[in-house]
């Protein structure tokens, strides 16, 4: 299986930081990850897929990159409605597997 | 506007099965997406269960694929998850999801763009 390491696991911002979140492949998912924000106790919302396509109705302060082993996501300025946790996801194998997830707190 | 509601029992005994229910509405099962099941534990995180399509095809993670089900009723617009012979281990918020059927020819699974908002299904007698 592959396996998806996220860092850091805790990320204290402040609004209006730059913040990037790190997601780690144990081996080639060439640009097949996508990016999830989860509020508790709620479902997880689509912000990016294929490393780097911003999905639709995600504001562009969210941004993707990487391909192979290394991905990022990129908040450009943190506002107070993005205080949540942040999971990466790879779809090149056949069942998927996700990040352990980064918390976005103040 | 898509949306997706779980629906089913929050309570199973353990030995009994787990069934539950996806209600789609805003968009026609029948137009081309995967239709599926996801859950979420503070242990193991987010684990993919299993897609349908509206054909009836199916794809099962490995892990749960003895005892999973999953099923589409395509005149209710709506898809369905059976877990048989349940334990604690299967205690879980689960989600319905929607994801794209078009993928590279190198990559076997996909992106999760709708969600329901999840039902939490605990195991206990």
């Known amino acids: 299986d592959i396996q998806m390491t996220q860092s850091p696991s805790t990320l204290s911002a402040s609004v209006g930081d730059r913040v990037t979140i790190t997601c780690r492949a144990s081996?080639?998912?060439?640009?097949?990850v996508a990016w999830y924000q989860q509020k508790p106790e709620k479902a997880p919302k689509l912000l990016i897929y294929?490393?780097?396509s911003l999905e639709r109705g995600v504001p562009p302060r969210f941004s993707g990159s990487g391909s192979g082993t290394e991905f990022t996501l990129t908040i450009s300025s943190l506002q107070p409605d993005d205080f949540a946790t942040y999971y990466c996801q790879e779809y090149k194998s056949y069942s998927s597997t996700f990040g352990q997830g980064t918390k976005v707190d103040i | 506007q898509v949306q997706l509601q779980e629906s089913g029992p929050q309570l199973v005994k353990p030995s009994e099965t787990l069934s539950l229910t996806c209600a789609v509405s805003?968009?026609?099962?029948?137009?081309?997406?995967?239709w599926g099941w996801m859950r979420q534990t503070p242990g193991k995180g987010l684990e993919w269960i299993g897609r349908?399509?509206?054909?009836?095809?199916?794809s099962y993670t490995p892990s749960l694929n003895s005892r999973l089900g999953i099923s589409v009723d395509t005149s209710k617009n709506q898809f369905s998850l059976r877990l048989t012979s349940v334990t604690a281990a299967d205690s879980a918020l689960y989600f319905c999801?929607?994801?794209?059927?078009?993928?590279?020819?190198?990559?076997?699974?996909?992106?999760?763009?709708?969600w329901g908002p999840g039902i939490r299904v605990t195991v206990s007698s």
């Open positions: 081996q080639s998912v060439s640009t097949w």
């Open positions: 805003g968009f026609s099962i029948t137009s081309g997406f995967y």
């Open positions: 999801t929607r994801s794209p059927t078009s993928c590279g020819p190198d990559c076997y699974s996909y992106y999760f763009d709708y």
């Open positions: 294929k490393a780097s």
């Open positions: 349908v399509y509206h054909s009836g095809r199916t």
